[in-house]
């Protein structure tokens, strides 16, 4: 696939910015400005500031010389990065790679490549991100090319068509002057000193003369510019490797059309997810609203799956809480989180149906998706001694254990995360409490089986353990509690309640 990139040059990022806020500002000329060595600089000028012959690094003081009523706003170190990343964030609905323009920090650039059809093609495409700015307050001039560079330096300095033919970027950058190659001010100086005054000037010349002359940062620009040197744009947001996008000709606003919408994007990833022997774990669909609001919703599955079926019921779950306003215009399907799917081996009879059988699992996601993931746990056996840390969390519901489960001695059917004290009462050395208080509640105990001595691991501590007891009091409650410490040995023994049976 041929990569394509889009340039968006804001031409008055802060002004803009400021009369979308301040709109009553449009009739006053009025500037941004910051202290620089004792002077207040000028950092952003208006339209009609700059119509009054106010510049970007005059004088504040000289500026309201020669422009009456000028009003003169404090800067901030930093607003225009803060603004580009939220504008940035906003157009990831036209790419999934945003980058900031960090050079000369008024625009962004897109990797369009794959995008562009869902606008009806590239001139479409650049139409809407200009119509919608616009419609924001934006001033802002695009261009794409085959490379950042080419896409930048049209944007910038292009004066015939944003829309540069694929392997025709070279021969757009031909007339354009050297500051269309983001260079420094001083080789631009030395540039214009040598009578250099269009980038054919030079563009021909041997790449050892031009080293020599201006230094290896011009030869890199001219080499991202034409091609021969890739550029890597630092995106806002990670890309997700597996990604589908489908643009509406018209806004969805019905439930029906969004159920169409999901069954379509599914189909698309899943077939690719299958391709690759990939499942989904997590899914996030993206709904842009034509009001500018993103709406989200996800999904999760308990094992890698590409049941097209069985994540759309997931989604529809999800449907209702999709508020569409007045319609969604974009809809992309993320899915951060894959896994290799695994292939059951047939079986002529199935012994124990359970967590490896598929409709289990579909089950638990279906209930996941109503009541949340998060009180859906499963738990396999660690290799520890001391119950608390004797359990895993799975990772998933095709995880195996690496330990067997225990199952020589009885243990709780609730255990507590941590062990809570208890006083008791009991005869020593080695008997069961004779009651025991909890909360504030005491407990007459009737029946005791006793004690298991468990201890910690010995590269730990090797000295310390538990001796646990089972009892039940007069209601017929049964418990787990143990003694911790040896008895004789002045307040070194202390009684917890671990786990209550059933």
């Known amino acids: 696939m041929q990569r394509r990139f889009v340039s968006i040059w804001f031409r008055q990022l802060l002004s803009d910015w400021q009369l979308i806020r301040r709109p009553e500002l449009s009739g006053v000329p009025f500037v941004f400005a910051a202290p620089d060595h004792g002077r207040m600089m000028i950092t952003a000028v208006s339209r009609l500031a700059h119509g009054f012959g106010v510049e970007v690094g005059m004088r504040a003081a000289d500026a309201k010389a020669i422009c009456p009523g000028l009003e ?38 897109l990797e369009a490549s794959g995008c562009s059809h869902l606008w009806g093609g590239e001139r479409g495409y650049l139409k809407e991100i200009v119509s919608r700015l616009k419609s924001k307050g934006y001033s802002v001039r695009v261009a794409i090319a085959d490379t950042p560079g080419a896409a930048w330096a049209v944007s910038h300095y292009g004066t015939v068509t944003p829309l540069i033919p694929a392997g025709a970027h070279v021969d757009a950058l031909l007339n354009l002057v050297p500051d269309a190659l983001r260079l420094d001010e001083t080789v631009l100086a030395k540039l214009r000193k040598l009578g250099f005054y269009q980038i054919k000037s030079f563009i021909g010349m041997p790449r050892s003369v031009l080293r020599r002359r201006f230094g290896d940062g011009f030869l890199l620009r001219l080499a991202q510019a034409i091609g021969t040197e890739n550029e890597v744009l630092i995106p806002l947001q990670l890309p997700v490797a597996f990604s589908e996008r489908l643009a509406c000709l018209e806004p969805i606003k019905t439930r029906n059309g969004i159920e169409i919408v999901i069954n379509k994007l599914l189909e698309k990833l899943c ?3 299958q391709g690759e022997g990939k499942g989904i774990r997590s899914a996030v669909l993206t709904c842009y609203r034509i009001d500018g609001k993103v709406v989200q919703v996800d999904i999760g599955t308990s094992g890698a799956s590409h049941d097209i079926r069985h994540l759309f019921k997931l989604f529809q779950l999800k449907i209702d809480q999709i508020r569409p306003a007045l319609g969604i215009e974009l809809f992309v399907l993320d899915a951060p989180k894959v896994d290799d799917v695994e292939v059951p081996q047939e079986e002529m009879w199935t012994s124990k149906p359970g967590l490896d059988d598929k409709s289990v699992i579909k089950l638990l996601d279906r209930v996941a998706g109503k009541v949340g993931f998060q009180v859906i746990q499963r738990y396999l056996p660690a290799k520890r001694y001391w119950p608390e840390r004797s359990i895993l969390k799975a990772v998933s519901v095709t995880e195996k254990p690496t330990a067997p489960w225990r199952i020589d001695k009885p243990r709780p059917t609730e255990l507590l995360k941590t062990p809570a004290p208890i006083e008791v009462m009991a005869i020593i050395p080695d008997h069961p409490p004779k009651f025991f208080i909890y909360k504030g509640v005491r407990h007459i105990v009737t029946k005791a089986d006793g004690p298991e001595r468990i201890a910690r691991e010995w590269w730990l501590d090797q000295g310390e353990h538990r001796d646990y007891y089972q009892v039940e009091d007069e209601l017929g409650g049964r418990y787990w509690l143990f003694r911790s410490g040896h008895y004789g040995v002045e307040n070194k023994y202390k009684w917890f309640i671990h786990g209550f049976f059933a």
Do not use: H, N, Q
Request: charged content about 35%.
């Open 72 to 109: 003169v706003l404090d800067d901030k170190p930093g607003r225009p990065k803060k603004l580009l990343k939220g504008l940035g964030e906003w157009c990831v609905r036209y790419s999934p790679i945003v980058a900031i323009d960090e050079f000369a920090m008024d625009g962004l650039l």
């Open 271 to 273: 077939k690719r997810m």
